[in-house]
């Protein structure tokens, strides 16, 4: 007889997860409109396994005190525990949180993503029929970011104008590195690193292999800085090389071995300076698939293609790295409305679809994101989408979530 008592995801020696039928999958419920998207959230996953896999499997909630209710009630915005517990348990969901003032947390999520090493911020970019979108063609829009997350310039090594370090550095580049630099400038450094460009393009291109995608895009401006983003773009080709060299080819080779006809099964690798990105995703989105890129570019473009599909209310997101991921609303508190059960819950059930593909729980996700489709098709929406779209019903968070699962 098969094991129902919730166990913990464990990491196989491959990498792998294995998931048993009843996962314990920790969550934080999040700030502001977390309150709200959250029950929304688990409502449909927790229906749609139960309709994809009758009562074979459950997930196990677990919840952590992070963030506001994390030091109301343990006086810690992000506890050690808390942190040991996501790594435990292999994977984690998560609302948005408030960024505490004054008390020298920068972030609570860059600290988690830090703390962790989930390295690559992935987020998928589809458009939903009839959400009001800028673009004339928005269907054609179906692509995969796979933002670098721990370096570049938001690796924090900056100093103010004036301040002492800020001196210290000018001064070492003008005595002994040939620059003249004013006094009075503030200094950011970008570090791209070998390992992590390539751990992060890995990433990209096993996920472009697994899920049939056409092509893995190296987003760069390499023209200009040439050591930073430049590398990234030649690191990206190299371990395509290096490790997918059976599953991959250039844009190169493919117009000179093969008439510019991709062969079944081929992900072909191609890179694009950034600016010229910008602009062929708006003009020809159809010829993007997985876009990897480092991290200051990753967050423009993932930004602006969600715009393009409808806002960053339906856009899911997840950070990853090799040990454990957490998937995210990628939108935050708008603390003006929580608890009014009038937000959009779409971003954060998204993502949950997101987690059950990670898991292998395929068939549920599908249900997830169909009947989230069926949903906004019937004209059954939130206040956000209502005012747009003509003729919607505009219901409230949980009863756009209780649609939801009657669609399941
Ligand atoms: P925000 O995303 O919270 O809200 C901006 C506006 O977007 C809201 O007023 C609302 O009109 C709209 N909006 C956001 N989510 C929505 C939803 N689900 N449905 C409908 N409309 C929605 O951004 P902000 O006001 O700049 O930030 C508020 C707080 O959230 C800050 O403390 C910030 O640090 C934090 N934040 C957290 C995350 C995160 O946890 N990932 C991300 C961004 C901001």
């Known amino acids: 007889m098969e094991n129902r008592q ?30 709200d998207i959250w029950p929304a959230t688990r409502l449909v996953l927790d229906k749609a396994i139960e309709a994809a896999y009758g009562g074979r499997r459950r997930i196990e909630w677990h919840e952590l005190l992070v963030g506001e209710k994390g030091f109301h009630e343990t006086g810690e915005w992000l506890s050690e525990e808390a942190l040991a517990a996501i790594q435990d348990h292999v994977v984690a969901i998560k609302g948005p949180m408030t960024t505490p003032i004054g008390t020298g947390i920068r972030s609570l999520n860059v600290a988690i993503r830090q703390k962790l090493d989930l390295y690559a911020c992935v987020r998928p970019v ?5 959400v009001p979108s800028p673009m004339k063609s928005p269907e054609k829009i179906d692509m995969v970011v796979f933002r670098e997350n721990t ?24 005595t002994q590195m040939g620059t003249e630099l004013s006094g009075m400038t503030g200094i950011g450094i970008k570090p791209i690193s070998e390992k992590n460009t390539k751990r992060l393009v890995a990433m990209a291109i096993a996920y472009a292999v697994e899920q049939g995608r056409s092509s893995v895009t190296l987003m760069h401006k390499g023209n200009i800085m040439k050591f930073t983003e430049g590398a990234f773009s030649r690191w990206g080709y190299e371990v395509a090389r290096e490790r997918f060299a059976e599953q991959t080819l250039t844009e190169a080779d493919l117009y000179d071995q093969h008439g510019g006809r991709r062969p079944e099964g081929k992900v072909v690798i191609k890179d694009r ?58 939108h935050g508190t708008a603390p003006k409305y929580a608890g009014l059960d009038k937000v959009n819950p779409s971003s954060l059930i998204l993502s949950g679809a997101m987690m059950l593909d990670h898991m292998g729980w395929k068939e549920s996700a599908d249900k997830v994101r169909r009947a989230l489709q069926a949903t906004v098709k019937d004209g059954i929406v939130t206040y956000d989408l209502a005012r ?21």
């Open 6 to 35: 919730p166990q913990k995801i464990k990491l196989k020696a491959d990498g792998a997860l294995d998931v048993p039928e009843t996962p314990i999958i920790p969550f934080i419920e999040g700030d502001g409109i977390g309150r």
């Open 126 to 130: 589809r458009y939903i029929h009839p």
């Open 151 to 174: 370096e570049d310039l938001y690796a924090g090594i900056e100093w103010q104008a004036g301040s002492d370090e800020a001196r210290k550095v000018i001064d070492f580049l003008n």
């Open 273 to 330: 300076i950034a600016d010229m990105l910008f602009q062929q995703v708006l003009l020809r989105p159809d010829e993007f698939d997985v876009i990897a890129t480092p991290n200051l570019n990753g967050d423009y473009i993932s930004d602006a293609l969600a715009a393009q599909v409808g806002g960053l209310g339906m856009a899911p997101g997840a950070n990853i790295g090799d040990t454990c991921a957490v998937f995210e609303a990628t």
């Open 388 to 408: 747009q779209i003509q003729g919607a019903k505009e219901v409230k968070c949980s009863a756009f979530a209780k649609a939801i699962t009657e669609h399941l």
